[in-house]
């Protein structure tokens, strides 16, 4: 996804290999060049702990994040 796409509140999916393990949803809360910071909404249990020792937040690159589409959410 180009960064010049998203905006603030936007609601988008990604997989982030380093800090969770599973694909999580997440509602854009800063904009930086390449990436964004994301409060973690919805995520798979398994990834709890981190999602926990993250504070819910995570910075991410934009091109490895999409769009949430409700039918594609991840379950809590």
């Known amino acids: 996804m180009k960064i010049a796409t998203i905006n603030i509140g936007d609601k988008l999916q990604g997989k982030v290999q380093e800090d969770l393990e599973h694909p ?22 398994r990834d709890e702990d981190n999602v926990a020792e993250l504070n819910h937040k995570i910075v991410v690159k934009a091109q490895s994040l999409k769009k949430f ?5 991840t379950a809590k």
């Open 24 to 45: 999580f949803t997440g509602t854009v809360e800063k904009i930086y060049s390449n990436s964004v910071l994301l409060t973690i909404d919805d995520y798979d249990p």
């Open 69 to 73: 589409k409700k039918n594609d959410s």
